[in-house]
């Protein structure tokens, strides 16, 4: 069983930067790959960013390369995503998800990230 309790979402001007944080507690030990998704209203929930088991290969979509960095410590059982030049098209509900080695998910609570133009 994994718990994971997302932090940092808010207001922010276009432009501007947050950090996303997730700490998970739990079996930490069964985690492997760790996600961050975003859900906007009236969207379908996107993939934004992904990270292996030992934060050594990471993957973005295509709409944040470049401005999104995706990073784990273990020995923090955190994740997080740093946000930088905020566009108004990154406002959503931003969820990470931890997945096991056996195919099991589990998911935080979510987080609203929201930024003015």
């Known amino acids: 069983q994994v718990q994971l309790v997302e932090s940092g979402g808010g207001l922010v001007q276009a432009g501007g930067s947050l950090r996303l944080s997730c700490v998970a507690s739990?079996?930490?030990?069964?985690?492997?790959?760790m996600y961050w998704y975003h859900q906007a209203p009236g969207k379908q929930r996107e993939l934004v960013a992904s990270?292996?088991?030992?934060?050594?290969?990471?993957n973005y979509a295509d709409s944040v390369k470049g401005r999104f960095t995706i990073s784990r410590d273990n020995a923090q059982n955190t994740m997080w995503l740093q946000m930088n030049s905020l566009k108004p098209e990154d406002t959503a509900v931003y969820y990470c998800?931890?997945?096991?080695?056996?195919?099991?998910?589990?998911w935080g609570q979510g987080t609203q990230v929201t930024v003015s133009s």
């Open positions: 998800k931890a997945g096991t080695y056996w195919g099991q998910d589990y």
């Open positions: 990270i292996s088991t030992n934060g050594r290969t990471t």
């Open positions: 739990g079996s930490t030990g069964i985690i492997n790959g």
